[in-house]
Nanobody, 122 residues
Framework: QVQLEESGGGLVQAGGSLRLSCAAS????????MGWFRRAPGKERDFVAA????????IYADSVKGRFTISKDNAENTMYLHMMNLKPEDTAVYYC???????????????WGQGTQVTVST
C-alpha cells in the first residue's frame, strides 16, 4: 500500500508559478509510474502529466505543455509538478497518483493522494 500526500497548492495570480509536491510513504524509485491529475469545479478528473518508472518518458496534456514540468526525487520519494505561467483555467484540485505504467488514464493508477487546491486569480 502506497500512501501519497500532496502539498504546495494555494492562491496565485495569473502568470505566477507554483510547485506542487507529492510525498510517498514508501520507496517508489523505479517501482511506479507517476502522474498528476486535476479536477476543476463541476468537471471530471483530467490528466495533467505523467512520468515513467525509469524517468525517461514524460507525457503532458496539451493544455499544460510548455508550462508545467513533472519530475521526481528518488532519494526523497517525492514527485513534483512545477507550474509556470498559470492561468485561471488551471484552477482545480490537483492529485498525484502512482501506477504500473505511464498513462494519461485515471484507471491506469492504483494509488492516489487526497489532493491540493490550486486557485489562479485574474
Amino acid at each position: 500500500q502506497v500512501q501519497l500526500e500532496e502539498s504546495g497548492g494555494g492562491l496565485v495570480q495569473a502568470g505566477g508559478s507554483l510547485r506542487l509536491s507529492c510525498a510517498a510513504s514508501e520507496r517508489t524509485r523505479s517501482s511506479y509510474a507517476m502522474g498528476w491529475f486535476r479536477r476543476a469545479p463541476g468537471k471530471e478528473r483530467d490528466f495533467v502529466a505523467a512520468l515513467s518508472r525509469s524517468g525517461l518518458t514524460t507525457i503532458y496534456a496539451d493544455s499544460v505543455k510548455g508550462r508545467f514540468t513533472i519530475s521526481k526525487d528518488n532519494a526523497e520519494n517525492t514527485m513534483y509538478l512545477h507550474m509556470m505561467n498559470l492561468k485561471p483555467e488551471d484552477t482545480a484540485v490537483y492529485y498525484c497518483a502512482v501506477g504500473p505504467v505511464v498513462s494519461p488514464r485515471v484507471n491506469g493508477y492504483n494509488y492516489w493522494g487526497q489532493g491540493t487546491q490550486v486557485t489562479v486569480s485574474t
